[in-house]
């Protein structure tokens, strides 16, 4: 029933004059298929470009669309010599396809557990400061108290964890809080905190703290800019008029804790990863006393009450429930 009364949510809401007759029409023109394709084409801005993604034909795309244009009585995209625009009513088809689909997905999810009898599978995405601190104890406990539940694992920067939560390609998120505009439900998980790493014979080794912008004179070696540390640190350089001075940029802790050693520059990061590498490559850690440098890591689905039982029960263990 969920993913019916979400396909006719979105019938109803689109603004279009259904004829007598027409509502058997227009449910067997909105089906799933069709739905992603237009989604597709809206977010990748040609036809040509979305055909290519979804291994279709641009024809059979195109088609598709005017038989949605057609049967809602509603011009959907604007056509321009660079590709295709939504319009106001397909921006809004874009917003309802995404929740009537998110709906069947969930029926097929929730379906797993029937599938896999007592077991399941999980899909969780988690940014790398959750892995490399909190995530493998906590989730081998699950694993030996849970055999027969499969966990996929992805790791991904903060934004893009709460991205494919909010596109149902993860189960659960694990990001650090950072602003994104999804309609998920979050609870709280973990703390950490960030601190500065510097070579032992760097000039602001001594220090026992410091504040970021004293820091903004010396090179960095920083991390990918989709990543949450690095975002933070831009915004708060710009706070102060500067940039983030990167001499280079790795993708990980584990290299940027090398270069650091190496004398390439400074580095901002999780102060129980740095601790795990300071006395092996002789890094100093230097306290940070701006507030962003406490941070929260949250867990994140979309409704915990749709989720599947194992899904359920993952959450429940990570929040100590």
Known sequence: ???????????????ALLKPNSLRDVMATLDPLSLRLFVSVAQAGTIAAAAEREHIAAAAISKRISEIEATLGVALLRRTNKGVMPTAAGERLVTLAH??????????????DYANGVGGLIRLAANVSSVVQFLPREVQAFAAQHPRIQIQFEEKASTGVVKA????????????????????????????CLTLV??????????????????????????????????QLARAAH????????????????????????GLGLGVMPRAVAQQQA???????????????????????????????ACRMLVAHLRGT
């Not at 929740?99 to 797993?112: F, G, K, N, P, S």
């Not at 490559?281 to 009450?305: N, P, Q």
């Open 1 to 15: 029933m969920a993913g019916r009364s979400g396909v006719l949510s979105l019938i109803l809401r689109t603004g």
């Open 99 to 112: 929740r009537a689909l998110h709906e069947l997905d969930d029926i097929a999810v929730q379906m797993r």
């Open 165 to 192: 939560v909010a596109d149902n390609a993860a189960d659960i998120g694990v990001f650090t809080a950072v602003p994104h505009g999804y309609d998920l439900q979050t609870f709280p998980y973990h703390r950490d």
């Open 198 to 231: 510097t070579p032992a014979d760097h000039a602001l080794a001594h220090h026992e703290t410091i504040a970021f912008a004293d820091t903004l004179d010396f090179e960095y070696v920083g991390l990918p800019p989709d990543t949450a540390i690095s975002q």
């Open 239 to 262: 706070a102060r008029g500067r940039p983030v001075n990167l001499r280079i940029q790795v993708t990980g802790y584990d290299a940027q804790c090398l270069m650091i050693a190496a």
């Open 279 to 309: 006395a092996r490559l002789g890094l100093a850690l230097v306290e940070l006393t701006d507030a962003w440098a406490e941070r929260d890591l949250l867990l994140a689905v979309r409704s915990l009450d749709a989720l599947p039982v």
